[in-house]
């Protein structure tokens, strides 16, 4: 496969994840930036944010932004390290919560196996490209 067929292919699948992900809501605000970094959060308890600048390919400045107003939402605690240089992000029981609200906001509508593999399939692989 050339470059050009696969810059295709990539075009198409990022066309087809939004579409997918715009399925949740009307307004598009469900799945926002602040909430992938919420549900980072729910997923894995407390990450630095050079895990979380890593994963959602965001600029340092962008996530401290919405990283304080995380932590206004009190969704969010920021923790300093030993050396007070580095900072951890931990959420909140409140946060849990928040997350699980609009977890359940969102309606899949299928319960097609094969749908439901194929998204596995796909997920196992992007997420273990290097």
Do not use: W
């Amino acid at each position: 496969m050339n470059n050009l067929d696969f810059t295709k292919k990539l075009i198409r699948l990022r066309i087809a994840t939004r579409r997918i992900c715009s399925l949740e809501d009307k307004e598009k605000k469900l799945i926002s930036l602040k909430t992938k970094i919420l549900f980072l959060l729910y997923l894995y308890g407390e990450m630095t944010p050079n895990q979380i600048i890593d994963i959602l390919k965001i600029s340092k400045p962008n996530l401290t932004v919405l990283g304080h107003q995380l932590q206004e939402e009190k969704l969010i605690q920021k923790t300093s390290l030993a050396d007070k240089r580095n900072i951890i992000y931990k959420i909140t029981d409140e946060g849990k919560l928040n997350m699980e609200a609009k977890l359940d906001k969102i309606s899949v509508t299928t319960n097609d196996k094969k749908v439901l593999d194929a998204i596995d399939t796909v997920l196992d692989f992007l997420e273990n490209i290097q």
